[in-house]
């Protein structure tokens, strides 16, 4: 877990800038990957911890954290909708998996089929981030 966060404040900076680039553009609705806004924990020692917090602002999404406070960072990084060739790419899955996510060029979110499987992860509960130390089970609250 403390890989997971040194991660995602690492990449914060880089994608703070781009973040405020693209604060501008306009747009409403959203596509499937609006049903992954919300907020994610991860079990540590049994518990639930939240540690990311997707949500959407002027038509993109943005991801927050609780890495260094027990409050919600500033907007941490701009995630996009995953393309299926994307979806291949990070995951290495073949297979026509049903799934919809969001990611940044450091951190993914994926909702899939509860019970998904692919090598030795499993998620139970149909979610996941997906980082530079592979995938890791997330509970949405």
Do not use: H
Not at 5 to 10: D, H, L, N, R
Not at 26 to 40: D, K, M, Q
Not at 80 to 93: C, M
């Amino acid at each position: 877990m403390k890989n997971l966060f040194k991660y995602i404040v690492a990449g914060a900076c880089v994608s703070c800038v781009s973040l405020l680039a693209g604060c501008g553009a306009g747009g409403s609705g959203g596509g499937p990957e609006a049903e992954l806004v919300g907020v994610y924990a991860i079990k540590t020692n049994g518990a639930l911890k939240e540690v990311v917090k997707i949500e959407r602002q002027g038509g993109r999404y943005i991801m927050r954290d609780k890495v260094r406070t027990p409050e919600w960072s500033e907007p941490k990084m701009q995630m996009q909708p995953v393309t299926r060739e994307r979806w291949n790419r990070i995951t290495t899955d073949g297979e026509n998996t049903q799934f919809v996510g969001v990611s940044s060029d450091q951190l993914a979110i994926f909702k899939v089929p509860p019970g998904w499987q692919k090598n030795s992860f499993k998620t139970e509960t149909g979610y996941f981030l997906f980082y530079s130390q592979g995938p890791v089970e997330a509970y949405k609250l």
